[in-house]
Protein backbone atom coordinates (compact mmCIF):
# COMPACT_ATOMS: atom_id res chain seq x y z
CA UNK A 1 0.00 0.00 0.00
CA UNK A 2 3.12 2.43 0.67
CA UNK A 3 4.31 2.13 -2.53
CA UNK A 4 1.04 2.49 -4.06
CA UNK A 5 0.07 5.87 -2.15
CA UNK A 6 3.62 7.22 -3.32
CA UNK A 7 2.85 6.47 -6.77
CA UNK A 8 -0.53 7.81 -6.53
CA UNK A 9 0.51 11.23 -4.62
CA UNK A 10 3.32 11.51 -7.94
CA UNK A 11 0.81 10.74 -10.42
CA UNK A 12 -1.95 13.06 -8.43
CA UNK A 13 0.08 15.46 -7.35
CA UNK A 14 -1.99 15.83 -4.00
CA UNK A 15 -1.07 13.59 -0.96
CA UNK A 16 -3.13 10.60 -0.12
CA UNK A 17 -3.32 8.33 3.11
CA UNK A 18 -2.46 4.94 3.32
CA UNK A 19 -6.05 4.65 4.82
CA UNK A 20 -7.83 6.36 1.86
CA UNK A 21 -6.29 3.74 -0.17
CA UNK A 22 -6.79 0.85 1.95
CA UNK A 23 -10.30 1.71 2.22
CA UNK A 24 -10.98 2.74 -1.64
CA UNK A 25 -13.67 0.83 -3.77
CA UNK A 26 -11.15 0.39 -6.20
CA UNK A 27 -7.87 -0.97 -4.77
CA UNK A 28 -8.13 -4.84 -3.69
CA UNK A 29 -4.43 -5.38 -1.66
CA UNK A 30 -4.52 -7.62 1.55
CA UNK A 31 -4.99 -10.94 3.07
CA UNK A 32 -8.10 -12.95 2.64
CA UNK A 33 -9.49 -12.04 5.85
CA UNK A 34 -8.79 -8.45 5.30
CA UNK A 35 -10.42 -8.21 1.56
CA UNK A 36 -13.77 -9.99 3.22
CA UNK A 37 -13.61 -6.89 5.67
CA UNK A 38 -13.70 -4.72 3.17
CA UNK A 39 -15.59 -6.36 0.85
CA UNK A 40 -18.84 -6.45 3.95
CA UNK A 41 -17.46 -2.72 4.54
CA UNK A 42 -17.62 -1.70 1.13
CA UNK A 43 -21.21 -3.28 1.03
CA UNK A 44 -22.51 -1.53 3.91
CA UNK A 45 -21.25 1.60 3.72
CA UNK A 46 -21.74 2.45 0.24
CA UNK A 47 -23.93 -0.17 -0.89
CA UNK A 48 -21.58 -1.75 -3.33
CA UNK A 49 -21.99 -5.50 -3.65
CA UNK A 50 -20.91 -6.38 -7.26
CA UNK A 51 -17.21 -6.65 -7.92
CA UNK A 52 -15.62 -7.03 -10.97
CA UNK A 53 -12.18 -8.65 -10.44
CA UNK A 54 -9.64 -9.21 -13.48
CA UNK A 55 -7.77 -12.61 -12.17
CA UNK A 56 -10.50 -14.45 -10.08
CA UNK A 57 -8.22 -17.37 -8.73
CA UNK A 58 -6.61 -15.04 -6.01
CA UNK A 59 -9.90 -14.35 -5.09
CA UNK A 60 -11.46 -18.09 -4.78
CA UNK A 61 -11.07 -17.82 -1.30
CA UNK A 62 -12.18 -14.65 -0.54
CA UNK A 63 -15.62 -15.86 -2.27
CA UNK A 64 -15.81 -18.81 -0.29
CA UNK A 65 -15.80 -16.99 3.16
CA UNK A 66 -18.06 -14.49 1.81
CA UNK A 67 -20.18 -17.14 -0.16
CA UNK A 68 -23.81 -16.73 1.49
CA UNK A 69 -23.33 -13.46 3.64
Do not use: C, N, Y
Not at 4 to 31: D, K, W, Y
Not at 43 to 69: K, N, T
Amino acid sequence: IAALVGRLTEEGGAPISEQQVAESPHVMIGSVDSLAEKFVMLRERLGISSFLVGDVGPMDAVVGRLAGS
